[in-house]
């Protein structure tokens, strides 16, 4: 007897089907069977499964004689069905890696309950959104089985068969039946989750749930979603079989009237003319089922419940159109109160520029606000030792404040704290452009700093690039570069890039990355307390995977498969997944890295807020087209790169060399080669010292551990640092050309 039945009923999908097959079929859980219902459908569906029950023993291929509709499809799959647990899924959807083992896991941790509920993510034709509206209500109950008069807030779960597993005896065993019609989802679903003794959930995305642009029945509109009522008035049916069920009416009846309120005016399924018509039987609906003393809720459909009861339609529209119209309103004129306060800013924000500099006055920020991090961090820690009288304030948003170290002063963008010091401050430090629409003064010192070396096109570079310029202006990017006076770079290879890259009127200072003075120097016990606040087991080899953004993927896409990797690599090496910032929101975080991490399998610390940190716990890097390479090259520690797609990110965004030509380290291209170079050792001998040796003597030329105290000196002290491990006629050469005061020492 199979763990799993997944029961997939099948009609004009034939686009979709062999992906939703096969996520099924790939799933690391393999004690399943799949039964494709084929109903009478009239496209290539009918070969598609015969052809995989022909080539797959766990695949039943079911043909049914006539089309008999989704709900009957399911039926006669579960008449098919051995497993212990039944699912189903949707035939243009699809599984998530990894989604069965972890619905096993969970139902053998709670004790095989009746009914367990798991998330799903929309994709829409255009691309994925975010998670479904009732993640936090499925986070919150933990590991704990329930029942629904216990605990009635999940009958607000979603309303569909296949973001659930049924234990296969309790729904046989109550004899549920989907019925014909759409909408049959709601009453099999209410009907379970009332007769359930125990249920449980799984905080997890399994479900891929695909929007399709034309073809799903439910978004097209006509009389077949007055459906709706013959599936409630059989809800009620049942609830009048089971008279034990009688507490959970007033419950039913709530999210009945609601689906009513909240489908009636959806024009993809209720057309205008059929909207009274609807009403009425809503009325009807309302008048027959309501419970005895029942109170309406007081929610989003609050004035609709209360016209319900003898309303005539037209008084029910125009009341529910005015409301609309007060609510945008109310928008409007919050809209006109913020444009308001913005114009009063930027008053106050010219009134400041009329007062002098503060000399004294250094103003950073790092990745758009983040916190106090990356290069900007290093120059302002050494600030405070070599130039203790310049006060320095942060630009952080709001958000990030709770990670601020004590003792940082600090202001939210566009606040009037924010005018004041952006108006009067001498020194702006940063590591990403300002905004556009601030102002630079005479007199104003604006140090760019970057986010390391580059391997890829940059600013003036990328106007050929059309794959890797999407929402990228430009111009305006060489207009904000414009105000840089300082750029600081790591080696002449950066210096060339930059000054080519971004044609302005700023001098390089080779000062090296002040980043990476503690990445030079180490810090045993800075590194020994990450490691434990990680829980890194003591003696793991601990390998720091980085990949770089795809500027032309709408989304991002593992090169491997993660599960596959850490199975290889073994229990003595921890994986530190760190995906690039602007693939924060991917996915695969909330799906197979979630998955792995709380299996304790790896640890994703894409959040974690220093790249640096990372890298000290780290006793490898692996990446492939990142920055942090050149920044990990200093640290001397083995670098592989794995470059399964290096001809497409060449082709889409450029690169300044061939990085697998001259690379930091070994290179791979497959998930076996990979493996293999752990396993055997490779990825730390003579070779791969070599190599980096010979990257980090031409990209690390300046990184001697004394960045950020050279880039204080230089800047705001007016003065060369000692001890440089740079020759000082560059620096004198450099600095000269870039100001003569600082020449002779004015300042």
Known sequence: MPRFSVIVPVYKVQGFLRECLDSILTQSCEDIEVIAVDDCSPDNCGAIVDEYAARDGRVTAVHLPENVGLGRARNAGVRRATGDYLLFLDSDDCYTPGALRAIDERLTATGDPDVLVFDHVRTHWWGRAGRSMTADLLASSGTDTFDIMSSPQYLHLFLVAWNKAYRRDFFTGHGFTYRPGLYEDAPVTYQTLMCARRIACLDRVCVEYLQRRRGAITRTPGRRHFDIFTQYAGLFAFLDEHPELDGARPLLFERMINHFLATLPLGERVLPRDRPAFHREMVAFYRRYKPDGFTPPDDVYGTQWRMLPGTPYPVFRAVTQAERVRNEAHRQKRRLRKAATRQIKRTLAQAERRRPLDPQLAVYSAFWHRGVLGDPAAIHDAARTLAPDIRAVWVVRPDAVDR???????????????????????????????????????????????????LGHMGADLID?????????????????????????????????????????????????????????????????????????????????????????????????????????????????????????????????????????????????????????????????????????????????HTDDWAAYRAARGAYFDVTADPPGHVTTGLDEL????????????????????FRERFCVYDDGHAAARAVSLVMLGREHSPSAIPQQDVRQLRDAADPALADGSR
């Open 404 to 454: 601020l170290p004590k003792g940082i002063d600090h202001v939210a963008p566009g606040t009037p704290g924010y005018h004041r010091v952006m108006s009067r401050a001498t020194y702006f430090v940063n590591n990403v452009d300002w905004s556009q629409r601030l102002v630079k003064r005479p007199g104003q010192i604006h140090v760019h700093t970057h986010q390391g070396t580059p």
């Open 465 to 641: 690039r059309p794959a890797a310029t999407y929402h990228l202006d430009v111009r305006a990017l060489l207009q904000r570069a414009d105000r840089w006076d300082y750029s600081l770079v790591s080696s002449p290879y950066a210096q060339q890039i930059w000054d080519r890259a971004y044609p302005c009127r700023f001098t390089s200072l080779p000062t090296g990355a002040p980043r990476n003075d503690v990445l030079v120097r180490g810090d045993g016990l800075r590194t020994a307390a990450l490691r434990r606040a990680l829980g890194i087991p003591d003696g793991n080899t601990v390998v720091l995977y980085a990949p770089a953004w795809r500027a032309h993927r709408k989304s991002y896409v593992p090169r491997f498969d993660f599960e596959q990797l850490v199975h290889r690599l073994g229990p003595t090496v921890t994986l530190l997944v760190r995906l690039h910032p602007r693939d924060a929101r991917a996915a695969v975080r909330g799906l197979q890295l979630r998955d792995l991490q709380r299996r304790g399998l790896l640890l994703d610390v894409t959040d974690e807020p220093s790249a640096v940190d990372m890298m000290l716990v780290s006793d490898a890097l692996l990446t492939d087209y990142s920055s942090l390479m050149f920044d990990y090259a200093t640290t001397d520690r083995p670098i592989i790169l």
């Open 675 to 694: 493996a293999e170079l752990f396993a055997s050792g490779a990825w730390r001998d003579a070779r791969a010292a070599a190599l980096r040796a010979a």
